[in-house]
């Protein structure tokens, strides 16, 4: 019975001390795991640059393949200098989305195991092909990570050459002979190709869930001003979905107004700059002109962009959106479905009392194990003092104390 009791009155201390040390749990720094290896240090450089090391951020299961530089200067995708975008997704596509230690590898089946990678996450995979297909031979011991599609283009191939890092869990780096390119890729291509020519209402039809958006774009005339700037910078368009329509306030007559501000409305969901989802994610100026800036003059009709619970928030001032998926993305456009109508200040602000924004819905943070790496989350303490940093030390007294107090009371 006092066992009992002793456990009961012991409980909230328990979880308190279990919320505290959730609280040090932070994002995964890749590229402070890849640092003490200057043989990897290009592509980490390429993780930073493409912005790959600021989506891994929210991943707590990955497997990292990393190219050492030896083999990652000899590559065609490096020295004939493609589409940033194009590099950026190649490096998605050495990012696997589950964690696999050697044992793991070890236990492949001898038609091998496929798993996704971050590339097929960005939408602009066809099929299955932004997943790799990962074998095992027990007779020469070596793990092969190969393209799914049957004609790739080569590189489309790796093989495991050793085990750099291993978070038990959670991270796995191991480096490779090659880069591996997904397939439908042109390694030749330019940031000065020429426009897509793509047709915008078509594409949101495909998308099945923008058909309210299509459709005003058809009629306002705006979406051939649209393509029309698809050359220089490109556009990224904000498409808010069929359900975002019908979710507007009454006190927000959007069908009432005149035609001209429809359009500078539809403008203001159009930013005159390309912007893959990973760029917004870490944009650096997070207050944005649209094309309604350009027709209404500067620090007017401008978008907040900025990244909340995972992620990205669109901000009009009055009302708050988020981004809910990618409906097409190829240089220079870019298209993202919303979860609101972005309703400018502007013309809004003055007249319509619009209810509260409802926060913006992502996944909840993950539960760790207790016994994570400190290496996952900051710099390596000295041999012999595990968890020994001064956050770890001041919380365990902080909750010592809350104890102590707990008891006594």
């Known amino acids: 019975m006092a066992v009992s009791q002793t456990i009961s009155d012991f409980t909230p201390i328990i979880m308190l001390y279990l919320l505290l040390h959730s609280t040090l749990i932070s994002a995964v720094n890749i590229t402070h795991l890849l640092s003490p290896y200057p043989d990897l240090s290009d592509f980490s450089d390429l993780l930073s640059t493409t912005t790959v090391a600021a989506d891994l951020t929210q991943r707590t299961s990955l497997t990292l393949l990393a190219v050492p530089n030896s083999f990652l200067r000899t590559s ?44 097929q996450t960005t939408g602009r995979a066809t099929n299955n092909f932004g997943s790799v297909n990962v074998t095992y031979d027990d007779k020469t011991d070596t793990t092969i990570v190969r393209s799914p599609a049957a004609y790739s283009q080569a590189p489309s191939n790796a093989t495991v050459i050793s085990l750099i890092n291993n978070l038990p869990y959670n ?60 050359g220089g910078a490109g556009i990224t368009l904000f498409v808010p979905t069929d359900d975002a329509f019908s979710d507007l306030p009454a006190s927000a007559n959007f069908q009432s107004l005149p035609a001209d501000k429809k359009a500078d409305v539809l403008r203001f969901h159009v930013l005159h700059s390309y912007y893959p989802l990973g760029s917004l994610q870490s944009i650096v100026n997070p207050v944005q002109p649209t094309l309604a800036t350009e027709d209404k003059g500067a620090g007017s009709f401008t978008l907040n962009i900025s990244r909340v619970n995972g992620s990205v928030a669109i901000n009009t001032g009055i009302i ?90």
């Not at 492949?108 to 996704?116: F, Q, V, Y």
């Not at 298209?335 to 996944?363: D, H, M, Y």
């Open 171 to 230: 991270v796995s780096i191991y480096s490779v002979n090659s880069l591996i390119v997904p397939y439908g890729f042109d390694l030749l291509a330019s940031e000065s190709r020429p426009p897509l020519g793509l047709n915008i209402s078509k594409a949101l039809i495909d998308g099945h869930n923008f058909n309210v958006a299509a459709s005003m774009l058809a009629a306002s005339g705006v979406v051939q001003e649209f393509e029309s700037d698809e």
């Open 76 to 119: 065609e995708l490096i020295r004939r200098s493609p589409s940033s975008t194009n590099i950026a997704d190649v490096i998605r596509y050495h990012v696997l989305l589950q964690y696999l230690s050697l044992h793991d590898l070890r236990r492949l089946p001898p038609s091998g195991k496929l798993i996704t990678t971050l590339f």
């Open 320 to 409: 708050q959106a988020s981004v809910t998926q990618t409906v097409f993305d190829q240089n220079p456009v870019a298209i993202f479905g919303i979860s609101r109508v972005l309703l400018p200040k502007e013309i809004f602000g003055k007249n319509a009392v619009l209810e509260k924004s409802p926060p913006i819905s992502g996944a909840p943070a993950p539960f760790m194990p207790m016994n994570y790496s400190p290496d996952l989350y900051g710099p390596s303490p000295p041999p012999g003092e595990m968890h020994s940093s001064a956050t770890v030390r001041t919380v365990n007294f902080a909750v010592f104390c809350i104890g102590l107090l707990y008891v006594f009371v």
